[in-house]
Antibody, heavy 127, light 108 residues
Framework: QVQLVQSGAEVKKPGASVKVSCKASGYTFTSYAMHWVRQAPGQRLEWMGWINAGNGNTKYSQKFQGRVTITRDTSASTAYMELSSLRSEDTAVYYC????????????????????WGKGTTVTVSS | EIVMTQSPATLSVSPGERATLSCRASQSVSSNLAWYQQKPGQAPRLLIYGASTRATGIPARFSGSGSGTEFTLTISSLQSEDFAVYYCQQYNNWPRLTFGGGTKVEIK
């Protein structure tokens, strides 16, 4: 079955970086895009960025531009999200989520809704 | 950035009753609107996309409507497993995707 398996919880100190992995199975990894979304305690979901797993193109939220890097390893069917210069406000659950197949709107076929989600990775930033 | 506002924040409903959740966008998002369900400790689950299309495997008691700036998610007859938080998300303004603040549906 289609699933996304994320790496385990992380505890980091302020100023450090964290890299979260998301291993896909049950579908052709390069045929779908992948989003990264986070949720701080008691807060709404927050979109961070996106990668086209086929060609590696990325898009990032302006809020995280310069601090977030999303990559993929097609041989391992795995996407990665690295967030640098961590601060306490980055404490959150980080999710990877597959973009729905065949989405196109207004001449663009990027940035559609997310139909399969990983279980989330808790990142705690504390001194 | 398009701001998504959901109301009410909490909705108390008895099992078997209808629940109506609202989502408003600060500017038009056409029909590029999705609804997700999230239970405690779990990832979100896609329910509706394109404002009114049910995702694969979603029961028919879930329906979505609206376009432009006003959207509604209706759960026709609440089941015990439907008590959760529901989020709307616009994907019209790429790459500035935004989510609403959520509506918690609780047992009355």
């Amino acid at each position: 079955q289609v699933q996304l398996v994320q790496s385990g919880a992380e505890v980091k100190k302020p100023g450090a970086s964290v890299k979260v992995s998301c291993k896909a199975s049950g579908y052709t990894f390069t045929s779908y895009a992948m989003h990264w979304v986070r949720q701080a305690p008691g807060q709404r979901l927050e979109w961070m960025g996106w990668i086209n797993a086929g060609n590696g193109n990325t898009k990032y939220s302006q809020k995280f531009q310069g601090r977030v890097t999303i990559t993929r390893d097609t041989s391992a069917s795995t996407a990665y999200m690295e967030l640098s210069s961590l601060r306490s406000e980055d404490t959150a659950v980080y999710y990877c989520a597959r973009e729905i197949s065949g989405y196109c709107s207004g001449g663009s076929c990027e940035g559609g809704p997310m139909d399969v989600w990983g279980k989330g990775t808790t990142v705690t930033v504390s001194s | 950035e398009i701001v998504m506002t959901q109301s009410p924040a909490t909705l108390s409903v008895s099992p078997g009753e209808r629940a109506t959740l609202s989502c408003r966008a600060s500017q038009s998002v056409s029909s590029n609107l999705a609804w997700y369900q999230q239970k405690p400790g779990q990832a979100p689950r896609l329910l509706i996309y394109g404002a009114s299309t049910r995702a694969t495997g979603i029961p028919a008691r879930f329906s979505g409507s609206g376009s432009g700036t006003e959207f509604t998610l209706t759960i026709s007859s609440l089941q015990s497993e439907d008590f959760a938080v529901y989020y709307c998300q616009q994907y019209n303004n790429w790459p500035r995707l935004t989510f609403g603040g959520g509506t918690k549906v609780e047992i009355k």
